[in-house]
Nanobody, 112 residues
Framework: QVQLVESGGGLVQAGGSLRLSCAAS????????MAWYRQAPGKQRELVAL???????NYADSVKGRFTISRNNARKMVYLEMNNLKPEDSAAYYC??????WGQGIQVTVSS
């Protein structure tokens, strides 16, 4: 059974930083694309960043230069380092594995 568990969310002031972590189990982690999505109230879920098995990355325009996605295949972990956070980054953040599996989500709130 595949499980993705996010951690590291919370409340931060604008301009601050947070690091989200996603622990994966039950998945052949090393061959899968891993990604972070987010969903704000009343909005559609959107892709924030993804990382391929080879380490190539892609980011939403809104987070380029501020967010960094990384992964540790040995530990089956994926991370999202978020810097210079803005109130519009406030959302529930979801870890996604292989395009198919989802974590339960974790809240990030950025106060102005």
């Amino acid at each position: 059974q595949v499980q993705l568990v996010e951690s590291g969310g919370g409340l931060v002031q604008a301009g601050g930083s947070l690091r989200l972590s996603c622990a994966a189990s039950g998945i052949v982690f090393s061959i899968n694309v891993m990604a972070w999505y987010r969903q704000a109230p009343g909005k559609q879920r959107e892709l924030v960043a993804l990382i391929t098995s080879g380490g190539s990355t892609n980011y939403a325009d809104s987070v380029k230069g501020r967010f960094t996605i990384s992964r540790n295949n040995a530990r089956k972990m994926v991370y999202l380092e978020m810097n210079n956070l803005k109130p519009e980054d406030s959302a529930a953040y979801y870890c996604n594995g292989g395009g198919s599996w989802w974590g339960q989500g974790i809240q990030v709130t950025v106060s102005s």
